[in-house]
């Protein structure tokens, strides 16, 4: 361990052998030819880095519309299908057959205060869990999601229960009184 006394001495020696060390090192004059081969190295290398991180970016926004179209071919296909009648080829009676596969949901509404099966839930994924969501409907969507409008024409939006399955789609709706 070093005292005072001898870290004031090694400060003392330190400073004649750092100039003595200045003194004896041969420094070349700079070479205009060697600066301008390496400026242009640096340069070279900044022009790959940039061309590499535009490459990545073109894939990555690639991917990205890639993933954007995917979700929107599959989001608009429940709704294509389940509000605009059945998919191309498939046979209503056996639409309207799966209607029942939900359990304490009719198929049609013997009271005001039943589950109505929205059209086109039937061919979609079977619903693992859901929610029951409450919320205005304009009194022209009714129809679309399988009620039948009130009688009085002044509303122009009612209450109505959907049954929302994980996937965020409708499954069954009914009319709250």
Request: proline content about 10%; aromatic content about 4%; charged content about 20%.
């Amino acid at each position: 361990m070093m005292n005072d006394h001898e870290g004031n001495v090694d400060d003392r020696n330190l400073a004649p052998a750092l100039r003595r060390l200045r003194a004896a090192a041969v420094v070349p004059d700079a070479d205009p030819a060697r600066t301008a081969a390496l400026m242009a190295a640096f340069d070279e290398a900044q022009r790959r880095r940039v061309a590499i991180r535009s490459g990545r970016q073109y894939w990555y926004m690639a991917g990205l519309a890639t993933a954007a179209a995917m979700l929107i071919a599959v989001g608009l296909h429940p709704a294509l299908t389940g509000r605009h009648g059945s998919p191309p080829g498939a046979d209503p009676a056996s639409h309207r057959a799966a209607a029942p596969a939900f359990r304490g949901v009719q198929p049609g509404p013997e009271s005001p205060d039943e589950f109505v099966v929205v059209p086109g839930a039937a061919a979609l994924p079977a619903m693992e869990s859901g929610s029951l969501v409450r919320m205005d409907v304009p009194v022209a969507l009714l129809p679309s999601f399988g009620l039948m409008p009130p009688q009085t024409n002044l509303t122009t939006s009612v209450q109505a229960d959907f049954i929302v399955a994980q996937d965020g789609l409708p499954r069954a709706a009914r009319l709250v009184n």
